[in-house]
């Protein structure tokens, strides 16, 4: 097993199915076009395989699909029922929402247990000014069919000082209301925000969020596992609530995480642009395969960084 001198290790896989999206939102997509043709993408088999060997490679035991949207992409069905049958202690995915109801066979007859659904407001225009694309009630009609289901959603929100500072409360509301934990994740300085005043203007803080949580609640901080990502938070009779907090309290340190890209790039750091191509190992025998890949693997691990920075590498490439 691979390990650096932090004890960090490559535990949890994330596995952009596609970059493309049918939301454009502001932080994430610059020119607000959905949906660009995607390029040079990896197929379903391709993506399985990779997935295959990198488990060998490192036995990580947690896998996350993500985009892009994981469900705007055809491959989407046979990637998730390959992965259903893999020795893995976790998979889920995180996904915008907007396709739940559609997919509702797939995800039932994958056996998912959980998944992430991003849903930063709960007010119909606020939703078309930030996500640029689908509509509100349609993810929610989603969110309450998952539930019924039995599969367990976290909601993710990135909480923005100008943009939807105000759906803080009836997000957690709403949330504590379904037993559905919210995670709220800062802003980060990925793509075109590395480099642009709107994200000062936009940046929300930890401190800031509990300010406002705490106008109407009372809470606690609760432990978390070692590879969290989140700081979590426990309302007494009322339910819990996290957050992603980059810039507050960077995980840095501690991270697991390794990414695939849709095109076939491993990424060991959100906030580090180096990548290693691998797609082509798809194609070589596996005594030859795996050797190369450790060695890319180790190479990943030391791209690895103490504290979030921020890249300029567009989050719906890499996939959150
Ligand atoms: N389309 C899927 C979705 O909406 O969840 C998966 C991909 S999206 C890139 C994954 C997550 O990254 C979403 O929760 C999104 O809100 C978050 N995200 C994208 N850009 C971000 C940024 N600059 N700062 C914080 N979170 C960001």
């Known amino acids: 097993m691979i390990v650096d001198k932090l004890g960090r290790r490559f535990n ?6 596609t970059a493309a999206c049918n939301y454009a ?8 076009k959905r949906l660009m043709k995607a390029q040079n993408e990896l197929s379903a088999p391709a993506l399985l395989k990779l997935t295959e060997l990198i488990q060998e490679a490192t036995g990580f035991e947690k896998l996350r699909m993500t985009g892009g949207d994981p469900l705007v992409t055809p491959k989407f069905e046979a990637f998730l029922l390959g992965v259903a049958k893999l020795p893995l202690e976790d998979f889920s995915l995180t996904t915008n929402g907007q396709l739940l109801l559609a997919k509702e066979d797939v995800l039932r007859a994958s056996g998912i ?14 939703f078309k000014q930030i996500a640029r694309g689908g509509d509100l009630e349609t993810v929610l009609a989603g969110i309450e069919r998952m539930l019924a289901l039995g599969i367990k959603i976290k909601i993710n929100m990135v909480p923005m000082r100008q943009s939807n500072r105000q759906d803080i409360l009836p997000l957690l509301d709403y949330c504590l209301e379904r037993d559905v934990e919210l995670r709220f994740i800062e802003l980060m300085r990925m793509g075109h925000l590395k480099a642009d005043s709107t994200y000062q203007n936009e940046f929300f803080s930890m401190q800031q969020l509990l300010d406002e949580i705490a106008s109407k609640y009372t809470f606690e901080r609760t432990d978390a596992p070692f590879d969290s990502t989140a700081v979590r938070f426990n309302i007494p009779d009322a339910g819990t609530f996290g957050i992603i907090a980059n810039e507050s309290e960077p995980f840095c340190t501690s991270c697991t995480r390794l990414r695939l890209s ?7 750091c959100l906030s580090n642009a180096a990548r290693t191509y691998v797609g082509d190992l798809v194609d070589e ?6 050797p190369r890949l450790q060695k890319i693997l180790l190479s990943a691990l030391g791209d690895k960084q103490l504290a979030f920075q921020g890249e300029t590498t567009v989050m719906k490439f890499i996939g959150g």
Do not use: E
Request: charged letters at 20%; proline letters at 7%; a positive charge.
């Open 12 to 17: 949890n896989l994330r596995v952009s199915l």
């Open 25 to 32: 939102c502001t932080y994430c997509v610059p020119n607000g």
């Open 113 to 126: 247990k959980r998944l992430n659904v991003s849903l930063d407001t709960l007010n119909p225009l606020r």
């Open 262 to 268: 849709s095109d076939g790039y491993l990424y060991g």
């Open 285 to 290: 025998p596996k005594h030859r395969a795996l």
